[in-house]
């Protein structure tokens, strides 16, 4: 679900940056007021971080399917260390995916962390993984909530990738069609994040179920919806800000153009120097008789050239020892 | 799996080798590089997603940076096809969407679907090429020290420096678990959820108990939740990175605004 630069346009990408970092802030001084009392809580998310990353590479079978799936690890890191801490450990897996690994962009990284990081750690769970697991889990309990809360974190993922693909004008496919493809995959997906945190979480219930954060407070609704409306309004406000920058009304000279002649394009006069350098372009010019966009590929891969040349003459040389 | 596993390791260790060559873009502050980076990368997404040849002429830049850091770009290239699969499975619709011709290359006629198609694949490789010699001319602990000079929480990078702390530890540990399971299942290359559950919970249990010695040890060394920077990762600001951010955000916006199209 690592979405690439490619994908995402500059104010999508800016929206969902800003949403997610002020996220991460949030999580970062509940995180620091909660490591006063536990000092044990920085190297255990810096290890459970680096966990989750090496589980991540260890596939299990999909019965049925000839095909095998891995953990994302939202659910799992929220059951261990509470949702906010649980954030800021995924969001540093990814970012370390995204560096390191390449995985996913480096503009896109607000994307990913919404849609992986804050979707599943602070949707996904508190809404429903606590109310199903309750505070005294059962295995059975365990297994629907991780089902349950896996498949929500997948299929909202899904939705948010669609939307941001969407805005971004990246896909030409209608947002349903869309929607209708990546859904079913997520789904499948979905039910193996659930399967595969429900196998983890009960064989930690069963061997140190001391491990499970079962008496975390009941979140406050009031609070929840007061931030959730905070965020909501701060995307849209970010969103309508940026899609203001980026409008496609005439830009300042544009718009001066347009005020003094009625219209934007403007056509050369006919008289004897005009006419006598478009000749002149005419005749200097590469590709004359070829459409534009071809010539420009062609003057494009000329320039690249150049550079490719003049790259390898700027590379320092390493003596051979 | 145990490939991957190893593969990772690599990778790691192949990141830490090529961050400290004596080339003039390695003695660049992080924050230079990063800056550069987010400007390239914001002109090369604004790009319209029909204009392959201004797209194409982004191309410089990977080009030139690979250079300037003594990097060979053939590797840079390999890396970066990481990112095909998942851009082409989206920029695939738009081949069927959008069938009316673009332009032409005497009688092949090229549509706008194919062309959006081709865009994409292009700002895929380059956004991920320009990703890539950030981090491989930078290193993980100077681009974390960068990030929290330009303003990001202490609490979070030092999640950061942990994470890639222990990263190679536990990757070792999982080859070592996947060994032994290898070794007593037979030929099997998939484990069934309820043996791969235990396996992922052994891993886990070892995990948090090597936390709890790790919490203690830096406890009983005075660690007060402040990481301190190693000194490799210590670099100023100096001309040189103004320079080299004035430069190169200049050429970027060149790109950006003129178009080969137009010249022609």
Avoid at chain 1, 17 to 27: D, E, I, K, P, T
Avoid at chain 1, 34 to 55: K, N, S, Y
């Amino acid at each position: 679900m690592h979405l690439s630069d490619a994908l995402v346009s500059p104010e999508v990408a800016a929206t969902a940056g800003a949403v997610s970092l002020l996220l991460l802030g949030a999580a970062g001084r509940k995180v620091s007021r909660q490591r006063r009392d536990d000092e044990r809580l920085v190297p255990l998310m810096g290890v459970t971080g680096a966990f989750v990353f090496a589980a991540q590479m260890i596939n299990f079978a999909i019965p049925g399917t000839g095909s095998s799936g891995h953990l994302i690890g939202g659910i799992l890191l929220s059951a261990l260390l509470g949702p906010w801490a649980a954030l800021l450990t995924l969001a540093s897996v990814i970012i370390l995916q995204c560096l390191l690994f390449a995985d996913g962009g480096l503009l896109a990284l607000g994307c990913n962390l919404f849609n992986m990081a804050v979707l599943s750690c602070l949707v996904a769970y508190p809404l429903v993984y606590r109310p199903i697991a309750g505070t005294n889990p059962t295995p059975r309990r365990i297994i629907a909530a991780s089902l349950a809360a896996g498949i929500v974190a997948l299929q909202l993922g899904a939705l948010a990738v669609v939307l941001e693909t969407e805005l971004s004008g990246i896909t030409a496919l209608p947002a349903g069609r869309f929607l209708l493809l990546m859904s079913p995959i997520h789904l499948l997906i979905g039910i193996g994040e659930g399967a595969g945190t429900a196998a983890v979480l009960c064989a930690v219930q069963r061997y140190r179920p001391e491990l499970l954060r079962n008496d975390l407070p009941r979140p406050n609704r009031r609070k929840t919806a007061r931030l959730l409306a905070a965020f909501v309004g701060c995307a849209l406000l970010l969103g309508g800000l940026f899609s203001w920058i980026a409008s496609s009304r005439p830009d300042g000279l544009e718009w001066s153009v347009e005020r003094l002649t009625g219209t934007t394009e403007l056509t050369a006069p006919a008289d004897a120097p005009h006419a006598t350098a478009a000749r002149l372009q005419q005749r200097t010019a590469l590709l004359p008789d070829y459409d534009t966009s071809f010539a420009g590929l062609v003057g494009t891969g000329v320039v690249l050239l150049v550079v490719i040349g003049t790259a390898r003459l700027l590379r320092p040389t390493h003596k051979k020892p | 799996m145990r490939e991957r596993l190893t593969r990772a390791i690599d990778r790691l260790e192949a990141a830490e080798r090529t961050d400290r060559c004596p080339t003039l873009l390695h003695r660049l502050d992080g924050r230079s590089k990063l800056l550069v980076t987010l400007v390239y990368l914001v002109a090369l997404l604004s790009v319209p997603l029909t204009q392959l040849s201004d797209t194409l002429l982004f191309a410089v830049y990977p080009f030139l940076t690979a250079s300037i850091g003594g990097f060979r770009y053939s590797p840079i290239l390999r890396r970066s096809l990481i990112v095909v699969p998942f851009v082409a499975f989206i920029g695939l619709f738009d081949i069927f969407q959008e069938r009316e011709t673009l332009f032409r290359i005497g009688p092949l006629a090229v549509s706008v679907g194919w062309t959006m198609f081709a865009v994409l694949l292009l700002r895929g490789l380059l956004s991920v090429q320009a990703l890539l010699l950030l981090i491989d001319s930078t290193g993980y602990p100077r681009l974390c020290r960068s990030l929290q000079q330009l303003g990001v929480s202490e609490a979070f990078t030092t999640q950061l420096l942990f994470v890639h702390r222990y990263l190679c530890l536990l990757l070792r540990e999982s080859i070592a678990l996947s060994m032994a399971i290898d070794a007593r299942s037979f030929g099997r290359s998939n484990y069934p959820l309820r043996i791969w559950g235990t396996l992922i919970c052994q891993l886990l249990l070892r995990t948090f108990d090597r936390a709890e010695r790790i919490g203690r040890a830096m406890t009983a060394r005075g660690f007060t939740g402040r990481m301190p920077a190693l000194p490799y990762t210590r670099t100023r600001w100096r001309t040189a990175d103004t320079l080299y951010v004035v430069g190169w955000s200049a050429v970027i916006v060149g790109l950006r605004f003129v178009s080969p199209e137009r010249l022609l």
